[in-house]
């Protein structure tokens, strides 16, 4: 049996993998909190960690295989310049505390699976990225994923094996983006945010679970597109909610003037458009349970995952 770490464990996709590993075979999970004395989490041991003082309890690393880095602070409030400034510091200092840690001792850790996300590509309506793509985009979010990913990279010098999860929209009725689309949609007034022409890659969080399972049973590096591989405009994924929540969709879409003065330059996180394929989870056999956006919205809605 092996031990995994996980950071960011009492989020939306950290939670549901610590379910998973409760009954896992392979694998058993514990987990860094900034709650001193916390109890255990779905059978996973807690450890005290502050990244932002660089400080891990003695003994989270004994024993550990592996290291599953999801902590970063949410990119759903609005944009201040205070807050853009912790989205960054959040992921390098959470990476950076797990690298001196392991720095200055002896570790039996050989694999990171770290966080990413795939708004580091440029946003564009036509291209389809894979893992190969090189363009990205000038924005706000591209140059955190680009700085996330290089300070990553750099447990390479441990003689860590280092996968990058580019992770699209996670649905989820549990959290994320999910539940904020269905609260108009319930009372007839979903719509499409802006044309509504622009791609959304996403995912079932179940089929995440399992990637991040995927990912460290293949003992590989490098990126991954964690995405279904069949991504949607903006107005399906707004139709088909309402038509599997059996709702009226007549609104259609709504102003891009809108949301950018609601949003800010946040809005840039929904109105961007990238079409990603998950080429090398394909390529390796990786079978999805719910490639199709219907039946996973069927599923998450009927069975409130």
Do not use: C
């Not at 994923?145 to 094996?161: K, T």
């Not at 995927?214 to 038509?243: D, Q, T, W």
């Amino acid at each position: 049996m092996n031990t995994v770490l996980v950071t960011g464990a009492t989020g939306l996709v950290g939670t549901a993998l610590l379910k998973y590993l409760e009954t896992s075979k392979e694998w058993q999970g514990r987990y860094l909190t900034r709650r001193k004395n916390a109890k255990s989490l779905h059978g996973a041991d807690a450890y005290y960690w502050n990244p932002d003082q660089f400080h891990i309890q003695e003994g989270a690393l004994d024993g550990v295989n592996a290291i599953v880095n999801l902590a970063g602070a949410t990119v759903a409030n609005r944009w201040s310049k205070h807050y853009k400034t912790e989205i960054l510091s959040s992921r390098l200092n959470s990476l950076k505390t797990l690298y001196l840690a392991l720095s200055d001792s002896t570790h039996s850790v050989k694999q990171l699976v770290s966080a990413s996300a795939i708004g580091v590509y440029k946003s564009d309506f036509e291209t389809s990225y894979s893992e190969s793509s090189t363009e990205s985009d000038p924005g706000f979010l591209s140059k955190v994923v680009q700085q996330w990913e290089a300070e990553a990279d750099r447990f390479e010098s441990l003689n860590i094996s280092v996968n990058k999860l580019r992770l699209g929209i996670v649905f989820s009725t549990r959290g994320g983006a999910l539940p904020k689309l269905m609260q108009p949609t319930s009372i007839g007034l979903g719509a499409a945010l802006g044309a509504g022409k622009q791609w959304q890659s996403w995912i079932h969080i179940e089929d995440l679970v399992r990637a991040i399972i995927h990912s460290l049973n293949a003992r590989s590096e490098g990126v991954y597109n964690v995405v279904s591989p069949h991504p949607e405009k903006a107005f399906e994924i707004s139709e088909r909610l309402a038509r599997v929540m059996n709702r009226p969709f007549w609104l259609k879409r709504s102003p891009e003037f809108i949301i950018k003065l609601l949003l800010g330059e946040m809005s840039e996180m929904v109105l961007q458009s990238q079409k990603v394929i998950p080429e090398r989870l394909l390529k390796e056999g990786f079978e999805f349970h719910y490639p199709n956006l219907t039946e996973a919205l069927t599923d998450l809605i009927q069975t409130r995952k």
